[in-house]
């Protein structure tokens, strides 16, 4: 059966003229598409995760961005062919709650979510996991809880784990610990229920990011993976994001 398609794109001028060239090829299915294509880079791909979160349309992904972990090679040639051969990854969100000023704020995060100091006071952060006390005084800059999609953003750049996406973890990782000096962060079941509480709030102010929504000036946050939640990713058949999660830890 033909695949319906609709497309998208970012902003930039290379991927505006790839959708008009696209469209007029392969035309545009648009509310009755099977298939969303993206044209842009990972942090477009976010975008689009978060635009048709609900909808149960796979999407895939061409590059115009920098990197491009999370997108396929731009091809204007076979396009139906390659996504009918495309192998699919799909990918659970993270549930933050974060608690600013008294009130709850909640948003879903396809990568990370971050805490980061507001100022240039170190924060100092406790952190539990199913309601536990694991690490009483954490100073640092902020810390990461990566999803394995999210695993080779931000996360490996500040030395964190890389997770295949089947992987049932979620990664922690601080960012330049202070006290503890060594420590180096943690692997977590995917099923935990994490609690970051900031402490000495007033003095050093953290704010919490689920993927773009930032919520500033909190002083709980509570992380869990969203099993309920789902979104369908496509990528080449030789070039999987498995492939590309291992090929990155062989990468120098």
Not at 52 to 60: E, N, S
Not at 72 to 90: H, K, S, V
Not at 137 to 157: F, M
Not at 242 to 250: N, S, V
């Amino acid at each position: 059966m033909p695949q319906k398609i609709h497309f998208t794109a970012s902003e930039s001028p290379e991927a505006l003229a790839a959708l008009e060239q696209l469209r007029a090829r392969y035309g545009d299915a648009g509310e009755d598409a099977s298939v969303i294509v993206a044209l842009g880079g990972d942090g477009f791909m976010l975008q689009v995760l978060h635009l048709f979160l609900g909808r149960d349309v796979p999407i895939y992904g061409m590059n115009f961005g920098s990197i491009g972990f999370l997108m396929n090679e731009y091809r204007e040639d076979g396009l139906p062919e390659r996504l009918e051969a495309a192998t699919p990854a799909r990918v659970h969100p993270l549930l933050m709650r974060a608690e600013s000023h008294g009130e709850w704020i909640e948003a879903l995060a396809f990568n990370d979510v971050s805490l980061l100091r507001e100022t240039r006071q170190t924060a100092k952060l406790s952190i539990s996991l199913d309601g536990k006390v694991r690490l009483k005084e954490l100073i640092c800059d902020g810390i990461l809880i990566s999803t394995p999609a999210g695993s080779t953003a931000y996360n490996l750049s500040a030395h964190g784990p890389i997770l295949p996406i089947e992987a049932a973890l979620l990664a922690m990782t601080p960012l330049s610990a202070f006290r503890p000096r060594r420590w180096r962060g943690a692997l977590l079941p995917r099923q935990a229920n994490i609690r970051v509480d900031i402490l000495e709030p007033a003095k050093r102010p953290v704010s919490a990011t689920a993927d773009s929504f930032e919520v500033r000036d909190v002083t709980r946050v509570e992380i869990a993976e969203d099993r309920s939640t789902s979104m369908a990713m496509l990528f080449d058949a030789d070039h999987s994001l498995d492939e590309r999660i291992l090929a990155e830890q062989f990468h120098y």
